[in-house]
């Protein structure tokens, strides 16, 4: 349902000439790709283990450093913008290809992990998006980018296209995922979504902005890091259960509450993330 809207809305009103527009093609469709065959795997052998995390994680990082290429090859810059500063960046060379990368697997990544309620990982793809419409359209005005102190990318408005049609996939996805869900978003949808953002902020210069808006994909994705860092280590855990919606649920809030205020959290931080535009 998400993917088909997608691509649809994307080769019927997106400039196909543009270099960033097919990088963010690859990612989507192809972080989709991963995602269903995973799936697959897990439906038809009715077995959680679904494809080899190692198998996946270098298909992934396959397609992010193909898109991390059309991106940097087109843009021709590999400095990191750092927001809340005028024209301050941090320059990676070579590296930069790696941290793109990174990005885009690890958004994929925290999204996926992120879909275990219904509705739960929907409404913040929906806010992140319409947080990088607005900066990718400004990215891509040579006179907004330059009273705003943000960097420049030509073209780059063309990538606000795909961040509403991802609001639009959401939204109908949405009207059969909420509780109790009829459909799930399985990792066919997250990864795609996921990897779909990491590659508009890449492509938009915008990585450490991307951790803003996103803060609660992030703060998902450490959750599951930190648990299992300390049980392997200690044998104790952190929290009682990971990723962290899970540890409220534990604590005795209801799924709906989890739900909605983890959608609040997520509005509050695109905010957050839409004032770097402005407050430095």
């Not at 995390?53 to 298909?59: E, H, P, T």
Request: a positive charge; one cysteine or more.
């Amino acid at each position: 349902m998400i993917l088909i809207s997608v691509a649809a809305s994307m080769f019927l009103w997106m400039d196909l000439t543009d270099p960033l527009v097919w990088a963010c093609i690859a990612v989507t469709l192809g972080f989709g790709a991963i995602g269903f065959l995973d799936d697959y795997d897990k439906v038809t052998k009715r077995s959680h283990k679904g494809v080899s995390g190692k198998v996946r994680l270098l298909a992934e990082f396959a397609v992010a450093g193909v898109a991390s290429w059309i991106i940097v090859r087109y843009i021709g810059r590999t400095d990191l913008y750092v927001p809340f500063l005028n024209y301050r960046v941090i320059p990676l060379g070579p590296l930069y290809y790696v941290f793109a990368a990174v990005v885009m697997v690890g958004a994929g990544n925290a999204v996926n992990l992120t879909d275990g309620l219904d509705g739960l990982a929907t409404m913040p793809v929906f806010i992140a998006a319409g947080a990088f419409a607005v900066i990718a359209y400004l990215t891509g005005r040579v006179d907004y980018a330059h009273y705003l102190g943000i960097p420049h990318v030509p073209r780059a408005g063309e990538l606000a296209i795909l961040c509403t049609a991802i609001m639009g996939a959401c939204l109908g996805f949405l009207w059969f995922n909420a509780p109790p869900a009829a459909v799930f978003m399985g990792d066919t949808g997250s990864l795609a979504l996921g990897g779909a953002l990491g590659a508009i902020a890449v492509a938009a210069h915008h990585e450490i902005v991307l951790a803003i808006v996103g803060g609660l994909f992030v703060l998902e994705a450490a959750s599951v890091i930190i648990q299992v860092f300390f049980y392997k280590r200690t044998g104790r855990r952190v929290f009682r259960m990971a990723p962290i919606h899970h540890h409220f649920e534990q604590l005795g809030w209801a799924e709906s509450t989890v739900v909605i205020r983890f959608w609040i959290v997520s509005i509050v931080l695109a905010v957050i993330g839409l004032a770097t535009l402005k407050v430095r």
